[in-house]
């Protein structure tokens, strides 16, 4: 394993086995496959996407306050584009009377992520939250928009995450019984695809603790 989260079983903090490597890097170099053309649409249009020329950072980490780390680097850094995927997910499965934006294809998700690029064309950086949710993710945006520069991933241990789910829940900010899900899906879906960057020496892991 190349990434190591803290549980009851295991009370290390999250850790890469490539050492400092990952800890010292302060950018990574450019990611790109090649070229894919234009991809399909759902209405059978095809639309042209040129992959971006600029940094594109995944950043990874359940209730580990990303959005808002995302959204203060974008008061911050002129040029910086932050794109909340939870959100545009969120909006999709509403406006197409979906109850659950989990079951959205990672095809559609991509296609949901290469349109919030085109509207925003002069960014000098993109910052992705909340994306990818999986391998299968990591597959088909490798493949239609190519460009990956890097990942962050904001960590907590285990036990202190469930306790903000708790507080949360209490103070109305979240439902427990979803928030409980989140927090499952990520280890099971999302670590594969921190390790996978770590093992590709694209992660960075930031401890907020």
Known sequence: MGICLDTEQNKDELESTSGERSRRQSAWPDRATPPAGSFPMQN?????????????IFVLGP???KVTHCDNLMQERRGVVHINMTDLLQQYAIGNDMQDFG?????????????????APTAKAYLVSGYPRSMRDVAEYTEKIQTMTGAILVTWRQRVLERQIEYGARLGHVVLSLARMELDNFYRHVMPVAEYFDQSGMLIAVSTQ
């Open 63 to 65: 209730g580990s306050g």
């Open 103 to 119: 079951t959205l294809s990672s095809k559609t998700v991509a296609e949901v992520l290469m349109l919030e690029m085109k509207m």
């Open 44 to 56: 059978s249009s095809h639309v042209k996407f040129e992959p971006p020329n600029v940094p594109v």
